[in-house]
């Protein structure tokens, strides 16, 4: 069965580009780059290279730029570094839809370090509450960290515009741009970011490596300690392979760049509108121009998502749900319960997140596929009725 | 993904028994739309109390949809008091076993079928003592303390695993975190 891959926001395929370029570095290249020898020296100055791609994706410097295994490390590495870094503030900023990477990690501060949390809230269409951010800031505020694009709905925070603010006062700022690389232009001279994280997955390299970008001049103290790799700011042996393909990753998702604000957002619209149009009593979640251009979340009303999704990859077609039972856990989606999007969609929210693999051809697929699951599962649904919501 | 059986996914994608049952005279309803799962349970039931048709209405994931299927499947031809004694476990069984976080889905089946008898009865289930914390799965204060306290349970998780309170929308959970604290206080 053909499979059609739709959720390019959970990972990415491997571009083969990517794998052409790794391959020398899995076998015949297998030197530590940090060895005294010309055969390990290839392997150093191929990572330079690769360093100085991803800085090009971001316009950053390549000193600027520290690899990690993911993005949760570079989260992880940027929050204690800044709490670290004013031991005497007691006060950490964050929204309430970001990903467990910087939630779990807040939530832990709060409960065992004694921090003072805020949760700043969304409005309904996923959009951050600025005043509440603004307003909370205080003398005692150590960092505050934002996502740039949220994972599930795609709705993208104004990061330039809060980085400023945040900066006149003085205080740290981190973004998690793990879903915003390579989808958006992100321009870390121009946004003013102190911090940010991106991961290779989710741009067609492989899993196992990520990056924390730390602008110069900020104070940064290392989450793993060891060895003087990445100038000490991050010890442990370099995975050499993964990093030179982010780097080859890196430099094709800078060229995608116009392709993703074109064909793919173009896309993403004709799914969209075909599914609004095909199927009744459906919704899409989050705003609809201040968003990701492959990101869709759409909710059905009446119906669950796992019973959706697993229908779906019966057709091949690979997607994921903001729905409870497709977790390990039983809640709903943090995301879509913030932004207070009625039980009777959040429970069938599917989110459907393309690449610039994906073709006219699979979301004619998909659209063909959609509408008599959804059709069936509303037929044995105790809460629809006659065409509608009962 | 969920391991589920075969036979979970073939009375998942191959439900038997889906619809309204016309000339039910026992209905049983359980679960809501806020909890994400939800299940609506026809009988027809003859002079001698047995089960002579059962069908089914299920919002819910593909656990939900089985476990339903299955429970029509078990109880036809049962008579009511045979079908009293049913539990979750038969269900579960019934599908060569659930996910232990999918067990809930065989209990919202063996809840909607004692809803069902009462409803035939003409019983009106009796209100629980103690003040309803989980509403998704209807679960009451003293039911949460009672179960802490015999089992030591330490966690909202604890809790949820053992009573499923908690496990649907979560709003509860601030409240029996509190209830724990009381006990263990």
């Known amino acids: 069965m053909k499979i059609v891959y739709t959720d390019n926001n959970a990972t990415t395929k491997v571009a083969d580009e990517v794998i052409q370029e790794m391959l020398p570095y899995f076998g015949e290249f297998y030197g530590n780059p940090s060895s005294m020898h010309t055969f390990g020296d290839q392997t150093a100055k191929k990572i330079k290279e690769a360093r100085q791609r991803v800085a090009d994706l971001i316009h950053a410097d390549p000193e600027e730029i520290v690899f990690t295994s993911c993005g949760t490390e570079s989260d992880n590495s940027a929050v204690y570094s800044a709490i670290n870094a004013c031991p005497d503030k007691k006060h950490i900023i964050t929204s309430n839809v970001e990903h467990p990477a910087v939630n779990n990690l807040f939530k832990l501060l709060k409960r065992t370090k004694g921090y003072r949390v805020t949760f700043v809230p969304v409005d309904k269409k996923g959009l951050l509450n600025l005043d509440v951010l603004y307003k909370s800031l205080s003398d005692d505020t150590a960092l505050v960290s934002l996502m740039w694009a949220n994972n599930e709905t795609g709705v993208l925070f104004p990061i330039a515009e809060i980085a400023q603010k945040i900066r006149e006062k003085g205080i740290l700022f981190h973004t998690d741009a793990v879903q915003a690389a390579g989808k958006i232009p992100i321009d870390v001279r121009t946004s003013g970011v102190d911090m940010l994280s991106l ?3 989710k741009i067609h390299a492989p899993k196992g490596v990520g990056v924390l970008y730390i602008r110069k001049g900020v104070k940064f103290s290392p989450f793993f300690i060891g060895g003087h790799q990445e100038k000490g700011r991050r010890g442990g042996t370099e995975n050499s392979v993964s990093i030179i393909g982010l780097g080859k990753a890196a430099e094709l998702a800078k060229a995608h760049l116009p392709v993703m604000d074109t064909e793919v957002r173009n896309l993403r619209d004709y799914l969209q509108n075909q599914l609004l149009e095909k199927i009744p009593s459906c919704s899409v979640n989050g705003d609809l121009e201040k968003r990701l251009p492959n990101t869709l979340s759409i909710g059905f009303d009446a119906v669950e998502g796992e019973s959706i999704l697993l229908m779906l990859d019966r057709e091949g077609i690979c997607a994921s749900s903001g729905s409870a039972c497709t977790s390990g856990s039983l809640d709903p989606s943090h995301v879509l319960m913030a932004m207070e999007v009625p039980f009777k969609s959040a429970h069938g929210s599917i989110r459907f997140s393309l690449s610039h693999y994906n073709t006219r051809e699979e979301m004619d697929h998909i659209i063909a596929a959609l509408v008599p699951v959804i059709e069936r599962l509303r037929a044995m649904s105790p809460f629809w009725k006659d065409g509608k919501v009962v | 993904m969920w391991d589920y059986t075969d036979k979970v996914k073939d009375h998942f994608l191959r439900p038997r028994n889906v619809g309204e049952l016309e000339g039910a005279n026992a209905i049983g309803e359980t679960g809501s ?53 049913l539990t979750n476990e038969d269900i579960s069984d019934y599908l060569g076993g659930l996910p232990k976080e999918k067990m809930h889905c065989s209990v919202m089946g063996q809840a909607a079928l004692r809803k069902a008898i009462a409803n035939y009865r003409g019983i009106q289930i009796l209100e629980k003592p103690g003040q309803v914390v989980c509403e998704c799965f209807d679960v009451t204060d003293l039911e949460i303390t009672d179960a802490v306290k015999k089992n030591g349970l330490k966690t909202t998780e604890d809790v949820t695993n053992y009573l499923k309170a908690g496990g649907g929308c979560g709003k509860c959970l601030d409240r029996i975190e509190e209830l724990i604290e009381s006990v263990n206080a």
């Open chain 1, 199 to 201: 991961s290779g997955h």
């Open chain 2, 33 to 85: 739309l806020n909890c994400g799962d939800a299940l609506k349970l026809f009988l027809k039931v003859n002079e001698n109390e047995r089960i002579v048709d059962a069908t089914f209405m299920t919002f819910g994931c593909a656990s939900a949809v089985a476990s339903s299927s299955a429970l029509t499947e078990i109880i036809k031809g049962m008579t009511l008091t045979e079908a009293a004694k």
